[in-house]
């Protein structure tokens, strides 16, 4: 497996180079919404810690952010009246992975709704109110 590179787009999230709309932070993980959502109030959740994915994760982050996700899950339940919660996560790029920071996508769902096909780019003020309701759903 290729060595983590400390240039991918979510570290550079992280150490504030870019922007990102966040919803939720603690000292082990960071959650933000996904800027080509494919469902309202698509958001990922990251370890603030550097591994490419769940293979080469250790158990001290995957326990971290399995919680934080668990946290947003309740979250976009709450602030988007969802019926349930699709969870996605990747690995390498055979397995559909982009970004080689770890991060599992958390998707409120509907009866019956489809997924947005991958790589539409999103309204960013319609994503940043999305992050608005969670925020308050956190409150
Ligand atoms: P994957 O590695 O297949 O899980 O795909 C990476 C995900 O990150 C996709 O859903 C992208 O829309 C999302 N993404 C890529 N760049 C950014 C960014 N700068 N901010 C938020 N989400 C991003």
Known sequence: MPAYDPENIFAKILRGEIPATRVYEDDE??????????????LLVIPKTPCRNVLDASPEQLAAVMNTVQKLS????????????TIQQFNEA???QE??????????????????????MGDMQEIAA??????????
């Open 94 to 96: 055979a397995g559909g």
């Open 29 to 42: 993980t960071l959650a933000f919404m996904d800027i080509m959502p494919r469902a309202d109030g698509h």
């Open 74 to 85: 309740h979250a976009v339940m709450k602030a988007f009246g969802a019926e349930g919660v």
């Open 130 to 139: 999305h992050a608005e309701k969670i925020r308050a759903a956190l409150a």
């Open 99 to 120: 970004v080689f920071h770890m991060h599992f996508h958390v998707l409120p769902r509907h009866e019956g709704d489809r997924l947005r096909p991958p790589g539409q």
